[in-house]
């Protein structure tokens, strides 16, 4: 079945440092991917996502590229804040509006 | 603007014990989702609704786990004879059709309700 893949955390970072969080798929098809975040106590909000190859998705300052001939969808910030510290979650779903398969998640923590 | 609620937020309950959550989706979303996130994982989707209509199950969704949205608006999931490995935070979403730039269904989640079992 289809499923994604993501980098082992927790990543530790200070302020303004690169941020890259890698992620890889396996699925049939083109799904559409997503990056999703978790603020400390607050709810799973969708963060960027990407629909075909070649895609770019980006928003606050991170962006993620749709590789379909690597079956990945890495996240990227050149430059990271303390209030980037979350969870961040890559996941895909085959068609819109049907179910989302998320990776375990990537704890990011950014000192200043 | 209200967004998902969940309620209730925390629930410690006996082994063997039926509970219910319920899901308030944003208003005139007509679709929910319900996923359940164990600790360290992912979110686990199980089921969703378009309107009334359930349309999808996952195999994780046992025979002792029901769902129900019965006006289209608000969705229960009920737990009966609960088991310790049922431990987990079940998420909620919602989301409607979107045409601008193209047709997408973003998924608004609530903040979950978080089950112990004991």
């Known amino acids: 079945g289809d499923s994604v893949t993501q980098m082992e955390g927790p990543v530790t970072l200070s302020e303004e440092a690169c941020l890259t969080i890698?992620?890889?798929?396996?699925?049939?098809?083109?799904?559409?991917l997503f990056w999703y975040v978790q603020y400390p106590g607050e709810g799973l909000q969708l963060l960027l996502k990407?629909?075909?190859?070649?895609d770019k998705g980006s928003n606050k300052g991170f962006e993620a590229t749709y590789r379909k001939e690597t079956t990945s969808f890495h996240l990227e910030k050149g430059s990271v804040q303390v209030s980037d510290s979350a969870v961040y979650f890559c996941a895909l779903s085959q068609q819109a509006g049907t179910a989302l398969i998320f990776g375990k998640g990537t704890t990011l923590s950014v000192s200043s | 603007d209200t967004g998902v609620s969940q309620d209730p937020r925390h629930k410690i309950t006996k082994r063997g014990q039926n509970v219910t959550f319920r899901c308030d989706p944003i208003?005139?979303?007509?679709?929910l989702y319900w996923y359940r996130q164990t600790l360290g994982q992912g979110p686990e989707f199980l089921t969703y609704?378009?309107?009334?209509?359930?349309?999808?199950k996952s195999r994780l969704l046992s025979d002792r786990f029901s769902a129900e949205r019965p006006k289209g608006s608000f969705s229960t999931l009920e737990i009966q004879r609960t088991e310790q490995g049922d431990s987990a935070m079940y998420l909620c979403?919602?989301?409607?059709?979107?045409?601008?730039?193209?047709?997408?269904?973003?998924?608004?989640f609530g903040p979950g309700t978080r089950l112990t079992v004991t």
């Open positions: 208003s005139e979303h007509n679709r």
């Open positions: 609704f378009q309107n009334e209509a359930q349309l999808e």
């Open positions: 990407a629909t075909k190859a070649d």
């Open positions: 890698n992620c890889t798929y396996t699925a049939t098809g083109y799904p559409s």
């Open positions: 979403a919602s989301s409607t059709l979107l045409v601008l730039g193209g047709a997408s269904y973003e998924q608004y």
